[in-house]
Antibody, heavy 118, light 107 residues
Framework: EVYLLESGGGLVQPGGSLRLSCEDSSVTFSVNTMSWVRQAPGKGLEWVSGITDGGGGTYYADSVKGRFTISRDNSKSTLYLQLNSLRAEDTAVYYCAKGASKNGYKSWGQGTLVTVSS | DIQMTQSPSSLSASVGDRVTITCRASQSISSYLNWYQQKPGKAPELLIY???TLQSGVPSRFSGRGSGTDFTLTISSLQPEDSATYYCQQSQKIPITFGQGTRLEIK
């Protein structure tokens, strides 16, 4: 069974930084597009960023462009999201999701909570 | 950006009822429409992809239809475990966008 495990969330002050990780325990990480989706408390789902299987293509929502950076290490089956210049409105549970968006995100992690507050 | 609008925002139905949720895109997205179910405190789960393909392991009472701008998710005979929030998602164009969600309550 596919298993994605996020880590790295926590409380950070406005303007601060965090690095989220998502480790995939399956053998298919390196051949899959990966994405980050977030959900603010009590709100709906918001796509944040995506990266192609080889890492050559990266995509961002306008709300995070220039502040967040997605990357991956296929040798470690791990996806990353570097969050810089954090704002209160970035407070959310961040999920990693596996699969090409055109066929739906077939696997999701359990989520990691990022709280931006002074 | 492509805007996704779901209706209704919430509904209440009884076990055994047939329930339909609608999702409308602000422009044509062909069949690049996915449906997810999310229960409180849990990650979303994929139900339907490319508008009408049932994800492996999803009960056959769930079905999806549509193309272009108008789509539906139907639950043919509502079960207690179907109480959840349902989201549509377009995957035609970056940025990927989701509907605002439909909260389904069992009476």
């Amino acid at each position: 069974e596919v298993y994605l495990l996020e880590s790295g969330g926590g409380l950070v002050q406005p303007g601060g930084s965090l690095r989220l990780s998502c480790e995939d325990s399956s053998v298919t990480f390196s051949v899959n597009t990966m994405s980050w989706v977030r959900q603010a408390p009590g709100k709906g789902l918001e796509w944040v960023s995506g990266i192609t299987d080889g890492g050559g293509g990266t995509y961002y929502a306008d709300s995070v462009k220039g502040r967040f950076t997605i990357s991956r290490d296929n040798s470690k089956s791990t996806l990353y999201l570097q969050l810089n210049s954090l704002r209160a409105e970035d407070t959310a549970v961040y999920y990693c999701a596996k699969g090409a968006s055109k066929n739906g995100y077939k696997s999701w992690g359990q989520g990691t909570l990022v709280t931006v507050s002074s | 950006d492509i805007q996704m609008t779901q209706s209704p925002s919430s509904l209440s139905a009884s076990v055994g009822d047939r329930v339909t949720i609608t999702c409308r895109a602000s422009q044509s997205i062909s069949s690049y429409l996915n449906w997810y179910q999310q229960k409180p405190g849990k990650a979303p789960e994929l139900l339907i992809y490319t508008a009408s393909t049932l994800q492996s392991g999803v009960p056959s009472r769930f079905s999806g239809r549509g193309s272009g701008t108008d789509f539906t998710l139907t639950i043919s005979s509502l079960q207690p475990e179907d109480s959840a929030t349902y989201y549509c998602q377009q995957s035609q164009k970056i940025p990927i966008t989701f509907g605002q969600g439909t909260r389904l309550e069992i009476k």
